[in-house]
């Protein structure tokens, strides 16, 4: 109860703030044995004093904490080293020492003693200050002295029954004189002697037998022969026998639903002797085992949460221990129960892959509770109706549990979707989560035709009125389709992934252009969409048989994919339409700037688009109707050295330019800019997913590689990520253009040096082989249908313009000329009819030239 005993010297003082001591407004807290503290002491020594202090009222202190005490000496009869024992609840005992400067004389006054509840002093318990009043008698010095001093204060606890407290001494200092001693006719307390002579260690010991449980009291007191004496108080407390345990309180501290170890606390008696007890708990979650016994003795405590179901949090109980014939004992019990987490593997999961089209792998989601091996119920809750699950619900621990997470991509919207799994456990009183975002990455479910644009041709010598077209499912689920004409003359059958196309030209007139579409319609549920294929056939009355050369000047020209049409201008306001299989100009398309440059064809045949220098945009044409039905804006203009490239990522046709800027025709919006080089020719793989650029006219020759996709994710993203072989320098000087072959396995290069055109490796962009052309520098690259190669290049005055090589690139097959005049071809100014068969190219002097090529 009361933790310090403090000593103040010096400086009088009294009442709560230390100022006169105020008059205690109840009975002092305190009584003092004796009640006044007396000693003969000689001069210049220092003798202790022993004092027992009793509460008065035990009830005052409950509760209370930490007690202070102080002892205020006014004039310096004690020294500040006070000490303060407990015997007991209800007692303590003092030890003081007396001053060794006091001189020889009689001392009598009052030393003020405080309780108080704080350290300062500020607030006292009722029945403080009280005072202690002494009667010390000071000898002179040399004057034979007369002492009875004890080490320790004569105070003693034992327990009812137990061992007998340990003796003490008392020292006589009777130097010349005889002494007698007297217990105060307590029979408890046992002298070794009744008196003697000069000095002397008299032993005392205490004898509790036969005494009932309480406190006793005596006054051990020397009598010297001369009259003088000393009186000791002497204290016996009798305790009633307890039962000690091995703790005084037991924690215990668990995550929820895991393994919560037992403790495990011993009984035994104070003094030792056996004693038969029962336990029991007072709260269902907490058990003890053995419930009775005899001590000594170890129980058994178990907490199980299961029992109630308890949430995690804090719980109080208690276990009662009963000895037979002694006071009962509570064991305060505390269980700290955690939350268990459940933990996934993952806090986010996506479907569908990068370009929202990789269906076919799961995702495996993995769960683990940290219960170690206790098991606890789990589900999976909120599963969208676009995936599935292999595990949903079952029961697990810290092993842990997983899930197979799939998409089931027909039940979701194009685009990013996203919701909130909730993975749950059931954990006693608790629910645990782990909230897991799933999110399905779906792009626009297409068919993928190999064309977009198909040309028959009927003539009695050169012939093609069948094509297979493989159909592939940009989800790679192909789930079958359907297909149908817009014309009599055109009929479409269906095998499996392949549409085969019969064209019938009986009923066409010679030298006739007929046009139809094919729409195709996919089986899958969610409606895979697929752009129309255009198909064209010309019935002629004869095959080509010689090179037709137009005499207009001309800078520019393209073909059209599915149409045998060629569309030419010389830089200024014209485009000029010719057919290739009569070289005859059909018709002029105007309306437009005052420079045109560059131009490219979409990849069915619709639009034609060209670069209007004059005007920072882009001209587009309707090659059905033959005028122009849009102007897009350039953020950057375009000159006359800016590049156009129409390709199909995903089926979906995006209009490229050299400086990186893009544009989804569908829409004519512009797009993210792609990771260019800033100019130079373009080419692109069938499925338009690589991209390669060659620098143009310089000292070295730099191939950039792209690959493009398109997801139909956030609005529409087009991706165009660089190549492992991102950039390249090749061998070689000015280069002038570049083609791709279908599949994008090889690049084929025409720069001016070497004199040979080169076939490269895509995947390194290193060079495979090379294409003979004589003496000629390379400008032209072209790559036919059936994989045919022609190269061409600047030969004058005299040798041969192009050369044209089998599929493999080992065979040369046939060499042209376009003129005699001596004027070389154009760089990129090479084209191929629709159907391959016929190839057009400008030389420098602007004579467009027709030439067949055959089947």
Same mark, same amino acid.
């Given at each position: 109860?009361?933790?310090?005993?403090?000593?103040?010297?010096?400086?009088?003082?009294?009442?709560?703030?230390?100022?006169?001591?105020?008059?205690?407004?109840?009975?002092?807290?305190?009584?003092?044995?004796?009640?006044?503290?007396?000693?003969?002491?000689?001069?210049?020594?220092?003798?202790?004093?022993?004092?027992?202090?009793?509460?008065?009222?035990?009830?005052?202190?409950?509760?209370?904490?930490?007690?202070?005490?102080?002892?205020?000496?006014?004039?310096?009869?004690?020294?500040?080293?006070?000490?303060?024992?407990?015997?007991?609840?209800?007692?303590?005992?003092?030890?003081?020492?007396?001053?060794?400067?006091?001189?020889?004389?009689?001392?009598?006054?009052?030393?003020?003693?405080?309780?108080?509840?704080?350290?300062?002093?500020?607030?006292?318990?009722?029945?403080?200050?009280?005072?202690?009043?002494?009667?010390?008698?000071?000898?002179?010095?040399?004057?034979?002295?007369?002492?009875?001093?004890?080490?320790?204060?004569?105070?003693?606890?034992?327990?009812?029954?137990?061992?007998?407290?340990?003796?003490?001494?008392?020292?006589?200092?009777?130097?010349?004189?005889?002494?007698?001693?007297?217990?105060?006719?307590?029979?408890?307390?046992?002298?070794?002697?009744?008196?003697?002579?000069?000095?002397?260690?008299?032993?005392?010991?205490?004898?509790?037998?036969?005494?009932?449980?309480?406190?006793?009291?005596?006054?051990?007191?020397?009598?010297?022969?001369?009259?003088?004496?000393?009186?000791?108080?002497?204290?016996?407390?009798?305790?009633?026998?307890?039962?000690?345990?091995?703790?005084?309180?037991?924690?215990?501290?668990?995550?929820?639903?895991?393994?919560?170890?037992?403790?495990?606390?011993?009984?035994?008696?104070?003094?030792?002797? &056996?004693?038969? $007890? %029962?336990? *029991?708990?007072?709260?269902? +979650?907490?058990?003890? @085992?053995? /419930?009775? !016994? =005899?001590?000594?003795?170890?129980?058994?405590?178990?907490?199980?949460?299961?029992?109630?179901?308890?949430?995690?949090?804090?719980?109080?109980?208690?276990?009662?221990?009963?000895?037979?014939?002694?006071?009962?004992?509570?064991?305060?019990?505390?269980?700290?129960?955690?939350?268990?987490?459940?933990?996934?593997?993952?806090?986010?999961?996506?479907?569908?892959?990068?370009?929202?089209?990789?269906?076919?792998?799961?995702?495996?989601?993995?769960?683990?509770?940290?219960?170690?091996?206790? &098991?606890?119920? $789990? %589900?999976? *809750?909120?599963?969208?109706? +676009?995936?599935?699950? @292999?595990? /949903?619900? !079952? =029961?697990?621990?810290?092993?842990?549990?997983?899930?197979?997470?799939?998409?089931?991509?027909?039940?979701?919207?194009?685009?990013?979707?996203?919701?909130?799994?909730?993975?749950?456990?059931?954990?006693?009183?608790?629910?645990?989560?782990?909230?897991?975002?799933?999110?399905?990455?779906?792009?626009?479910?297409?068919?993928?035709?190999?064309?977009?644009?198909?040309?028959?041709?009927?003539?009695?010598?050169?012939?093609?009125?069948?094509?297979?077209?493989?159909?592939?499912?940009?989800?790679?689920?192909?789930?079958?389709?359907?297909?149908?004409?817009?014309?009599?003359?055109?009929?479409?059958?269906?095998?499996?992934?392949?549409?085969?196309?019969?064209?019938?030209?009986?009923?066409?007139?010679?030298?006739?252009?007929?046009?139809?579409?094919?729409?195709?319609?996919?089986?899958?549920?969610?409606?895979?969409?697929?752009?129309?294929?255009?198909?064209?056939?010309?019935?002629?009355?004869?095959?080509?048989?010689?090179?037709?050369?137009?005499?207009?000047?001309?800078?520019?020209?393209?073909?059209?994919?599915?149409?045998?049409?060629?569309?030419?201008?010389?830089?200024?306001?014209?485009?000029?339409?010719?057919?290739?299989?009569?070289?005859?100009?059909?018709?002029?398309?105007?309306?437009?700037?005052?420079?045109?440059?560059?131009?490219?064809?979409?990849?069915?045949?619709?639009?034609?688009?060209?670069?209007?220098?004059?005007?920072?945009?882009?001209?587009?044409?309707?090659?059905?109707?033959?005028?122009?039905?849009?102007?897009?804006?350039?953020?950057?203009?375009?000159?006359?050295?800016?590049?156009?490239?129409?390709?199909?990522?995903?089926?979906?046709?995006?209009?490229?330019?050299?400086?990186?800027?893009?544009?989804?025709?569908?829409?004519?919006?512009?797009?993210?800019?792609?990771?260019?080089?800033?100019?130079?020719?373009?080419?692109?793989?069938?499925?338009?997913?690589?991209?390669?650029?060659?620098?143009?006219?310089?000292?070295?020759?730099?191939?950039?590689?792209?690959?493009?996709?398109?997801?139909?994710?956030?609005?529409?993203?087009?991706?165009?990520?660089?190549?492992?072989?991102?950039?390249?320098?090749?061998?070689?000087?000015?280069?002038?253009?570049?083609?791709?072959?279908?599949?994008?396995?090889?690049?084929?290069?025409?720069?001016?040096?070497?004199?040979?055109?080169?076939?490269?490796?895509?995947?390194?962009?290193?060079?495979?082989?090379?294409?003979?052309?004589?003496?000629?520098?390379?400008?032209?690259?072209?790559?036919?249908?059936?994989?045919?190669?022609?190269?061409?290049?600047?030969?004058?005055?005299?040798?041969?313009?192009?050369?044209?090589?089998?599929?493999?690139?080992?065979?040369?097959?046939?060499?042209?000329?376009?003129?005699?005049?001596?004027?070389?071809?154009?760089?990129?100014?090479?084209?191929?009819?629709?159907?391959?068969?016929?190839?057009?190219?400008?030389?420098?002097?602007?004579?467009?030239?027709?030439?067949?090529?055959?089947?």
């Amino acid at each position: 109860m009361i933790a310090a005993l403090l000593t103040a010297c010096g400086g009088g003082g009294g009442g709560n703030n230390g100022g006169t001591p105020t008059t205690p407004a109840v009975s002092p807290a305190l009584s003092f044995t004796p009640s006044t503290v007396t000693a003969s002491i000689p001069a210049g020594t220092s003798q202790t004093l022993s004092v027992i202090a009793s509460v008065a009222r035990p009830a005052d202190f409950a509760n209370a904490g930490t007690v202070y005490a102080t002892v205020t000496d006014s004039v310096g009869v004690i020294l500040p080293s006070a000490q303060l024992i407990r015997d007991s609840d209800t007692q303590y005992h003092a030890v003081l020492q007396s001053a060794p400067t006091l001189v020889a004389g009689n001392y009598k006054g009052s030393f003020t003693v405080r309780l108080c509840r704080d350290s300062g002093c500020a607030n006292q318990f009722p029945g403080s200050p009280m005072t202690l009043p002494y009667d010390l008698t000071v000898q002179p010095a040399g004057q034979a002295s007369f002492s009875a001093v004890s080490a320790m204060p004569l105070s003693a606890t034992t327990q009812q029954g137990g061992a007998a407290p340990a003796r003490s001494a008392v020292t006589i200092s009777a130097p010349g004189r005889s002494w007698t001693v007297s217990n105060g006719g307590a029979s408890w307390l046992k002298l070794d002697a009744a008196g003697g002579s000069g000095n002397a260690t008299l032993g005392v010991g205490y004898d509790a037998t036969g005494l009932a449980v309480g406190s006793y009291s005596t006054t051990l007191t020397v009598l010297a022969g001369d009259g003088l004496s000393v009186a000791l108080p002497v204290t016996l407390t009798v305790l009633p026998s307890g039962l000690v345990l091995g703790s005084n309180s037991v924690t215990f501290n668990a995550i929820n639903g895991a393994p919560i170890p037992s403790q495990i606390v011993s009984l035994d008696t104070d003094n030792k002797l &056996s004693a038969t $007890w %029962t336990a *029991g708990s007072n709260v269902p +979650w907490l058990s003890v @085992s053995p /419930t009775v !016994g =005899t001590t000594p003795a170890t129980t058994v405590l178990t907490v199980d949460a299961t029992v109630g179901k308890l949430a995690s949090g804090s719980y109080s109980g208690a276990i009662s221990i009963a000895p037979k014939d002694l006071p009962l004992r509570t064991l305060p019990v505390t269980l700290n129960l955690i939350p268990a987490t459940l933990q996934a593997s993952s806090n986010s999961i996506t479907l569908g892959g990068v370009y929202g089209r990789d269906f076919g792998t799961a995702q495996t989601l993995g769960l683990g509770l940290n219960t170690a091996t206790n &098991s606890w119920p $789990w %589900t999976l *809750g909120n599963l969208p109706a +676009w995936a599935t699950a @292999s595990v /949903t619900a !079952g =029961t697990i621990n810290q092993a842990g549990a997983s899930s197979a997470i799939k998409a089931l991509p027909s039940a979701a919207p194009a685009g990013v979707t996203s919701v909130l799994l909730n993975a749950s456990a059931q954990v006693n009183g608790d629910v645990v989560n782990a909230p897991v975002l799933l999110t399905i990455n779906k792009d626009a479910h297409r068919l993928l035709p190999a064309e977009a644009a198909v040309a028959f041709v009927s003539t009695p010598t050169w012939s093609r009125l069948t094509r297979t077209i493989s159909v592939a499912d940009n989800f790679g689920a192909f789930s079958g389709m359907t297909a149908v004409s817009d014309q009599s003359w055109l009929v479409v059958g269906v095998n499996g992934n392949q549409l085969i196309l019969t064209a019938d030209p009986t009923q066409m007139l010679d030298d006739t252009l007929q046009t139809g579409t094919i729409t195709v319609t996919s089986s899958a549920t969610d409606g895979a969409a697929i752009a129309p294929i255009r198909v064209s056939l010309w019935k002629g009355s004869a095959a080509p048989g010689a090179k037709v050369a137009v005499p207009l000047p001309y800078t520019t020209v393209v073909t059209d994919p599915a149409r045998p049409y060629a569309y030419a201008h010389n830089g200024g306001a014209v485009i000029d339409v010719y057919n290739l299989y009569t070289g005859q100009k059909e018709a002029s398309m105007t309306g437009f700037s005052a420079h045109l440059g560059d131009m490219a064809a979409g990849l069915n045949g619709d639009f034609l688009y060209m670069v209007d220098v004059d005007n920072a945009r882009i001209t587009t044409v309707d090659l059905r109707t033959r005028a122009i039905s849009a102007q897009l804006p350039l953020a950057t203009p375009g000159t006359r050295a800016t590049r156009l490239k129409v390709v199909r990522p995903n089926g979906v046709e995006v209009l490229l330019m050299s400086d990186g800027q893009a544009f989804l025709t569908s829409s004519n919006s512009p797009l993210a800019s792609l990771p260019l080089s800033g100019g130079g020719a373009l080419g692109a793989s069938a499925d338009g997913k690589r991209v390669v650029q060659q620098s143009e006219a310089g000292a070295t020759v730099q191939h950039t590689t792209i690959l493009l996709d398109y997801a139909a994710l956030n609005g529409g993203t087009l991706y165009s990520p660089k190549s492992a072989a991102a950039s390249h320098l090749s061998p070689g000087t000015q280069g002038q253009d570049i083609a791709v072959s279908a599949d994008g396995s090889r690049i084929y290069s025409a720069s001016a040096t070497p004199k040979l055109c080169s076939v490269m490796s895509s995947a390194d962009l290193g060079v495979s082989s090379y294409l003979a052309i004589g003496d000629a520098a390379p400008n032209n690259i072209e790559v036919g249908l059936d994989g045919r190669i022609f190269c061409g290049g600047a030969a004058k005055p005299a040798g041969s313009d192009i050369w044209m090589y089998n599929a493999t690139g080992a065979t040369l097959l046939q060499q042209f000329k376009l003129s005699s005049t001596g004027k070389q071809l154009l760089p990129r100014q090479m084209a191929l009819s629709s159907d391959g068969w016929l190839l057009v190219a400008i030389t420098e002097d602007g004579v467009l030239t027709i030439v067949p090529v055959g089947p």
